[in-house]
């Protein structure tokens, strides 16, 4: 879709990244079939497709409502499952992040709804206050109207320890996420199974949030200080560990973009994409592991299978006509030739 950028917009970096971004959407509407607010809803204003759109004619000046437009982004809960379907590559998110910072630059909230939004982002970036106000929870939650007693979360307490960490591969796991204080035996459990694999998992407590939480609620310059206390925690500790391993996936689609939020800070830009580089889903490493050592063991019980038989009957000469058979089967004191050079 082409954009027309309004003259407010022609020459900034907002207008000119977002003409770019909407430009490659075709509006087929392939990325509505994975979206759950367009599923459930069936507006076509509540799934990416009409978003997009409501960002293109906002960026376009055409707009009659900006409240709606933030209504209807502010409904968009941000789990990029349209990115996943769509067969242009839009990239849907960063023009979600650039269409939500430019509406709330135009609009105003209620006094209500920024108090409540500061309150939850600066709750959910304390850890300690998140786990003490979640705590005091379970006593609040009974007294609490029935509309909003579901929506109070109540911390857990941890069932499982931390095993022994004496592997010499390690990894770090972000401990200053709200999952500490509502789900504390996740990095615990993650800790015990990577521990299988012979990698010791570690938290570094300094290191807070990932951002994500002022970054999803447009408040952009909060999201990127967090982020920087981040990356300025973590960074001494590259060179000693194997990966950054994210137990929470939504905090490491953050992480793993702190190269496109930094894009404009030369400061951060490069420490951004190192940790990035080294950013890890918790599902991605057990993938690697299990791929890794079970094939190898397969490819070991099939490679002796195979040489028990050939070799069954004593013959003179093992040959093959693959190069890939030849190595993969040749032992110091038993070569496997190519069928050539009997020939010779
Ligand atoms: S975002 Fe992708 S799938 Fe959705 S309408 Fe645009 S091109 Fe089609
Ligand atoms: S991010 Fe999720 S909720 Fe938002 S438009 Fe995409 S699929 Fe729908």
Same mark, same amino acid.
């Given at each position: ?74 409904? =968009? ?6 990115? +996943?379907?769509?067969?242009? !590559?839009?990239?849907? $998110? *960063?023009? #979600? ?112 949030? =990932? ?6 609620? +447009?408040?952009?310059?909060? !999201?990127?200080?967090? $982020? *920087?206390? #981040? ?114």
């Amino acid at each position: 879709m082409k954009t027309s950028l309004a003259v407010e917009f022609q020459g900034t970096q907002a207008g000119e990244e977002a003409e770019a971004l909407i430009g490659k959407c075709v509006h087929c509407g392939f990325c509505n079939a994975t979206c759950p607010t367009y599923q459930l809803l069936g507006d076509e204003m509540d799934g990416p497709r009409g978003r997009i759109y409501l960002m293109k004619q906002m960026f376009e000046g055409e707009s009659e409502s900006l409240d709606q437009i933030q209504f209807h982004l502010d409904r =968009c809960l941000t789990c990029r499952n349209c990115e +996943t379907t769509c067969p242009s !590559g839009v990239q849907y $998110a *960063k023009i #979600l992040e650039l269409g939500r910072a430019t509406v709330s630059s135009k609009t105003r909230r209620s006094g209500f709804e920024t108090l409540a939004r500061s309150v939850i982002a600066a709750m959910l970036r304390q850890p300690k206050l998140f786990k003490a106000m979640s705590g005091m929870a379970r006593w609040v939650k009974p007294l609490a109207p029935k509309i909003i007693r579901k929506k109070i979360p109540v911390a857990r307490k941890p069932t499982l320890g931390w095993p022994d960490q004496k592997a010499s591969r390690t990894m770090i796991a972000l401990s200053g996420c709200a999952q500490g204080a509502l789900a504390p035996d996740t990095n615990r459990a993650a800790a015990q199974v990577l521990s299988r694999y012979g990698i010791s998992l570690f938290e570094v407590s300094a290191a807070g949030c =990932c951002g994500a939480v002022d970054l999803h609620t +447009t408040n952009e310059h909060k !999201g990127m200080e967090v $982020a *920087k206390k #981040l990356i300025d925690v973590w960074i001494p500790h590259l060179g000693e560990i194997e990966a950054f391993a994210m137990t929470a996936s939504g905090c490491g689609v953050t992480i793993r973009e702190y190269p496109h939020l930094f894009r404009h800070d030369p400061e951060y830009l490069e420490k951004a994409s190192r940790i990035a580089e080294k950013t890890l889903d918790l599902a991605e490493i057990i993938e690697r592991e299990i791929d890794g050592k079970p094939k190898s063991a397969l490819s070991n019980q099939l490679r002796q299978n195979k040489l028990d038989a050939l070799y069954d009957r004593d013959p003179d000469m093992v040959c093959t006509a693959n190069i890939g058979c030849q190595m993969h089967l040749s032992d110091p004191g038993r070569p496997v030739h190519h069928w050539i050079e009997l020939l010779l």
